[in-house]
């Protein structure tokens, strides 16, 4: 006898009270009015917090619903997080849970490595419609991660745009980042791949699965969130002046061809803080400010099923 038809999918929808703006809390009615005239389930919860949204995504999953996470890069990191490696156990195969994202942020850096659309049709039809596809995460100090962690000026600038009340999205963050350079020094690293140290002077280190960060920022642009390993970009010390055209080049990509980039590979990068003692630098992760370094993170192989192009 043939398999019998399924009936549209089940969804829950994990929001962020805070991102975005109206125009982004229209587009996610639009979204559900779409969903649901194509005759799916549609539940909308509002996070508290992030501790909140991981409890709410794991048991959402569990019930075989689709998790859905409207919002940037820190509330789809917090959801999608919650749901890496997850086995449901509902299916006899072991799959897991299925992942979706809404961008509704100021980022939204995941969605655009994965190329997940922002219009309501067409994400609606994605939704409903395409297959879960398997990508990688990471494994941070115990944490999952999706698109990467970095330890330098960027995570600096990151708090500074956490922080800003009058500005928002690139303008918050490139102000932050201006902040964070004009008193930046620069910082003695250790990082560890697969085993093998380096020590070297630099801005930053990014440990990236995705290849966006900083709100469009191409920093690791051969990433690939499908191939089990991780970029390891470390922007080493030169002149401030020279940084800037560096920031500048990170829109597209290029700043890699300069002598002053280093990219490595691995599938474990520990990124430790030496030189003078005293001195703490913040690391981020999807957006957030989780700790201080030392920081390790491992890549976990096609842990996440995401509905996305």
């Not at 195969?93 to 049709?121: H, M, T, W, Y």
């Amino acid at each position: 006898m043939p398999a019998p038809e399924q009936g549209p999918r089940a969804f829950t929808a994990i929001v962020n009270p805070a991102a975005g703006d109206s125009a982004s809390a229209s587009s996610l009615i639009t979204l559900a009015r779409l969903l649901r005239e194509a005759g799916a389930d549609v539940a909308v919860e509002y996070s508290r917090g992030l501790g909140h949204a991981h409890d709410v995504a794991r048991a959402a999953a569990g019930t075989g619903r689709v998790v859905l996470g409207v919002g940037g890069d820190g509330m789809v990191g917090c959801v999608g997080g919650a749901l890496a490696g997850l086995d449901t156990g509902r299916d006899g195969a072991g799959k897991g849970a299925v992942f979706g994202i809404v961008p509704a942020g100021r980022g939204n850096d995941f969605a655009r490595q994965l190329g997940v659309p922002s219009d309501p049709e067409e994400l609606a039809k994605l939704l409903l419609e395409g297959e879960p596809r398997a990508v990688d995460a990471i494994e941070a100090n115990g944490t999952p991660v999706l698109g990467s962690v970095y330890a330098g000026v960027d995570a600096v600038a990151n708090d500074n745009a956490n922080n800003t009340r009058l500005l928002r999205g690139s303008a918050a963050y490139y102000v932050g980042a201006l902040r964070a350079i004009i008193s930046w020094r620069a910082a003695d690293y250790l990082i560890t791949v697969d085993g093998e140290s380096f020590a070297r002077k630099g801005y930053t280190v990014v440990a990236a699965n995705s290849g966006y960060y900083g709100f469009g920022k191409h920093i690791a642009p051969d990433a690939r969130v499908d191939d089990g390993l991780l970029d390891v970009v470390l922007i080493r010390s030169a002149p401030k002046k020279l940084f800037f055209s560096v920031m500048r080049e990170l829109e597209d990509g290029s700043h890699v061809r300069r002598p002053e980039v280093e990219v490595m590979r691995g599938r474990e990068v520990r990124i430790e803080l030496t030189g003078p003692p005293g001195r703490t630098l913040p690391y981020g992760a999807d957006g957030e400010l989780p700790g201080v370094l030392p920081v390790t993170a491992r890549v976990m192989p096609g842990a996440l099923r995401v509905l996305a192009p």
